[in-house]
């Protein structure tokens, strides 16, 4: 079960969304979203729409930096209100009810 739970927790972590976006920052940038939106033209059979241009340059990448940034330890309010409930205990005010949000 341990096993499990290492795997859980740095496999799902962080680090996909990390992969994410430098993809996105790779196919958008450096290949180029427009050669890339003529592949899948040519494999598909019919051009997709002009949004997905769009979400490959700006909005994906946006996306996943807000979503690394709003679920690191610095910017989550459970871990802030974990760590204030823990100075709260080594106080001496034993009492943490209600303080871990």
Request: aromatic content about 18%; charged content about 15%; glycine content about 8%.
């Amino acid at each position: 079960m341990y096993v499990f739970q290492l795997f859980d927790y740095y496999a799902g972590s962080r680090i996909i969304l990390l992969i994410a976006f430098f993809e996105c920052l790779v196919i958008a940038w450096i290949y180029g979203a427009d050669r890339f939106y003529d592949n899948l033209e040519m494999m598909l059979g019919f051009r997709m729409n002009g949004y997905m241009k769009w979400c490959w340059k700006i909005v994906t990448p946006i996306f996943t930096i807000v979503s690394i940034v709003a679920h690191s330890p610095a910017g989550s309010r459970v871990n802030s209100g974990l760590i204030r409930c823990l100075i709260y205990y080594h106080s001496g005010l034993h009492s943490c009810h209600g303080r871990l949000v």
